[in-house]
């Protein structure tokens, strides 16, 4: 089993920057893909970004690329969303995700682990 943990979300305003943090514990040695999804007030849980094993493939939902960035630290179980330029429709509750094995990157089904989630809120 792998737990993740992740924190820093809060209030920021539009076009400020947060940095969301997410650790992982458990059988973080089996870890393969990881990844973000949000889920925004009313709306479905999305992809917004995921990160192969040794950080050599990045991918990013269209609404956040150039703006966001994921990168993870192996060496600490920890993996990392830079996000700036936020934006009012950003606002919404951040899981941090993983697999064991590899899958398509924007599927729920393929991460097996979620966290908790963190709120991230986006004032106009």
């Known amino acids: 089993q792998v737990q993740l943990a992740e924190s820093g979300g809060g209030l920021v305003q539009a076009g400020g920057s947060l940095r969301l943090p997410c650790t992982a514990s458990?059988?973080?040695?089996?870890?393969?893909?990881m990844g973000w999804f949000r889920r925004a007030p009313g709306k479905e849980r999305e992809f917004v970004a995921a990160?192969?094993?040794?950080?050599?493939?990045?991918y990013y939902a269209d609404a956040v690329k150039g703006r966001f960035t994921i990168s993870r630290d192996n060496a600490k179980n920890t993996l990392y969303l830079q996000m700036n330029s936020l934006r009012p429709e950003d606002t919404a509750v951040y899981y941090c995700?993983?697999?064991?094995?590899?899958?398509?990157?924007?599927?729920?089904?393929?991460?097996?682990?979620w966290g908790q989630g963190t709120q991230v809120t986006v004032s106009s």
């Open positions: 995700v993983a697999s064991h094995y590899g899958g398509t990157y924007y599927y729920t089904e393929t991460y097996p682990y």
């Open positions: 458990g059988r973080t040695f089996s870890i393969a893909n």
């Open positions: 990160i192969s094993w040794g950080g050599s493939a990045t």
